[in-house]
C-alpha cells in the first residue's frame, strides 16, 4: 500500500504564557544522561467513523484546539517549551514547539488493517537517525497528520534528555485534559534535578560506550507479537515457583527463551545469553521523594543472564528476570542516589557493555510501555484506535535487538514490538512455541474491537 505524506505547514506553537525569569534555564539530572537516543516517539491513531463526512469538516477546529491547548500546556511543563542549550541544561526561551501539519493520501482505516510499519516514521515531525539533541534543536515536535477520511494521527517526538516513557505519558495527559477543558489538570513536578543533580555529563559517556557495544550491523525488520491475558495466563501457569511473576516479566522471559531457541537453530548450539530491562524508578521510591507526575528520566537499567549451555525452562528465566528487577527497590534508589551512586552506575554499566559486547554473546534490550495510560488521550473526539512506536528504519543499518511492551486498547493483553535482524526474525516468526501463545502482526482493527 502506497501512503504519501505531504508537509503542509510549520510554525511554532508558544507557550500562553511566559516563563518566569528565574526558571529560564533548566538543569538536566544525572539520569537523563541514560538513554543517548535523541528521542521519545509515540504515534496516536484517531480513526475517523465510517462514512461520516462530518468528520472532514471538523479537521480544522481540531487542528485549532490542538494548537490552543498545546500553548497552555506548554507553560506548565515549560521546559518542553524551550530548546536543548547544552549537555547539562535546556534553555527555557519560550520558543515553543516545532508543530507539523501534514496530509496523507490513503483513509486511514485501510492503513490500519495491516500497516506498514517501515513507514510509521513518516507521521513523525522530526528524524530519528538524525542528532536531535543536538543544541538549538526543538525539545518539543508535533506532527499532526490528516488522512483523506478526517482521521487523524498524531506523532509526538519530546527529547530523551527530559522524558521517558512515564513522564510522555503526563504530558501527553496534561495536553489532552487542557484540550477538554477540564477543572482538574495534571501539574508536571520537575523534580528529577533535585533526586539526582549533577554538574557532569560523565553518565553520558559511559551510557554512550555502553549502548555501542550493544550495537551491531544487519538487515533490520520490526514485527509485533500480541499475547493476549489469557495466554498469559496459560504461560504463568507454567511457571509454579514463580507465582508472583507480573505480566510484564512473563511475556519477556517466553521471548527470551524464544531469542535463545532462534540463537541455536542458528549456531548449532545454546550460546551465552544477556538481556536487559529499563525499569521505571518512580514505583520504587517513596512517593514523598518523588511525587506524582515527576518529570525527567527516572530509569535505570537492570541485566539478567544465562550462561548455561542447555535449554532453560521458562520457569527459571522467569527467575532470572523477577530476581534481576526485584534487586531495584527503594533500598537500591537510596543507594543510587548516595556516596555509592557513582560506582554502582559504572560497574553496572560497564558489566553490561563488556559482557553485551562479546561475539560469542547473544543479547536482547527491553523497554515497557505497559501501565503508561497513553490509551487515555482523549482530546475531545475519542480516544485512540492504536498507539504505536516506530518500526525499523530501512536507512539504518545499526541497531541492536530491542523489544518494546505495551499494552493494548482493551488493556486485554500486550503487544510486543521486536526488532532483529532478518535472519534471526525468520527463525521467531516460525517458531512454533512463540506462535502457540502469541499473534504475528494482528491487525490494530481487530485488536480495537470487542471480541
Not at 516545532?98 to 482505516?109: E, R, T, W
Amino acid at each position: 500500500m502506497k501512503v504519501d505524506v505531504e508537509i503542509i505547514s510549520r510554525e511554532d506553537v508558544r507557550p500562553s504564557s511566559p516563563t518566569p525569569t528565574h526558571l529560564r534555564v533548566f538543569k538536566l539530572s544525572l539520569l537523563d544522561h541514560l538513554i543517548p537516543s535523541p528521542y521519545a516517539p509515540i504515534i496516536l491513531y484517531y480513526n475517523s467513523p465510517k462514512d461520516d463526512t462530518t468528520y472532514l469538516s471538523e479537521v480544522p477546529n481540531r487542528l485549532e484546539l490542538l494548537k490552543k491547548s498545546l500553548s497552555k500546556t506548554l507553560t506548565q511543563f515549560y521546559p518542553l517549551g524551550g530548546k536543548i542549550k547544552e549537555d547539562l541544561s535546556i534553555e527555557c526561551n519560550d520558543e515553543g514547539a516545532n508543530f507539523v501539519q501534514a496530509k496523507v493520501k490513503c483513509p486511514l482505516g485501510e492503513f490500519l488493517v495491516q500497516p506498514q510499519l517501515t513507514l510509521l516514521h513518516k507521521f513523525l515531525p522530526s528524524d530519528l537517525v538524525s542528532a536531535g539533541s543536538n543544541s538549538g534543536t526543538y525539545v518539543t515536535n508535533i506532527q499532526v497528520n490528516i488522512f483523506e477520511c478526517g482521521g487523524i494521527v498524531i506523532g509526538v517526538c519530546i527529547s530523551h534528555r527530559i522524558v521517558d516513557g512515564a513522564a510522555l505519558s503526563t504530558f501527553i495527559k496534561g495536553w489532552t485534559e487542557r484540550a477538554k477543558g477540564c477543572n482538574q489538570l495534571t501539574q508536571p513536578n520537575f523534580i528529577a534535578s533535585s533526586l539526582f543533580p549533577t554538574n557532569s555529563p560523565w553518565l553520558r559517556g559511559l551510557s554512550m560506550w555502553m549502548w555501542g557495544s550493544l550495537f551491531k550491523q544487519g538487515n533490520w525488520v520490526t514485527r509485533r507479537f500480541l499475547f493476549r491475558n489469557s495466554d498469559i495466563a496459560s504461560l504463568k501457569a507454567q511457571t509454579l515457583g514463580t507465582a508472583n511473576s507480573t505480566r510484564l516479566e512473563i511475556v519477556s522471559s517466553m521471548l527470551w527463551k524464544s531469542l535463545m531457541g532462534v540463537s541455536k537453530a542458528r549456531f548449532g548450539t545454546q550460546r551465552p545469553s544477556l538481556v536487559t530491562h529499563l525499569m521505571n524508578l518512580r514505583r520504587r521510591m517513596d512517593e514523598t521523594l518523588c511525587p506524582q507526575h515527576a518529570m525527567g528520566n527516572l530509569l535505570w537499567l537492570v541485566a539478567a543472564e544465562n550462561m548455561s549451555d542447555h535449554e532453560m525452562e521458562l520457569e527459571e528465566l522467569v527467575g532470572k528476570l523477577r530476581s534481576a528487577i526485584s534487586k531495584v527497590d527503594d533500598k537500591f534508589v537510596e543507594e543510587l542516589r548516595g556516596d555509592k551512586g557513582r560506582s554502582i552506575m559504572q560497574e553496572s554499566l560497564r558489566a553490561i557493555g563488556e559482557m553485551g559486547s562479546k561475539s560469542e554473546v547473544d543479547y536482547c534490550g527491553f523497554s515497557s510501555w505497559c501501565n503508561f495510560g497513553f490509551y487515555e488521550a482523549d482530546f475531545g473526539w475519542g480516544k485512540p484506535t492504536w498507539v504505536s512506536g516506530v518500526g525499523s528504519i530501512d536507512s539504518v543499518s545499526v541497531f541492536m535487538n530491542l523489544i518494546i511492551l505495551v499494552d493494548t486498547r482493551l488493556g486485554d493483553g500486550i503487544e510486543a514490538w521486536v526488532t532483529l535482524d532478518v535472519k534471526d526474525m525468520n527463525h521467531l516468526e516460525a517458531n512454533p512455541e512463540l506462535l502457540s501463545c502469541a499473534t504475528l502482526d494482528p491487525s490494530p482493527i481487530s485488536m480495537s474491537s470487542v471480541a
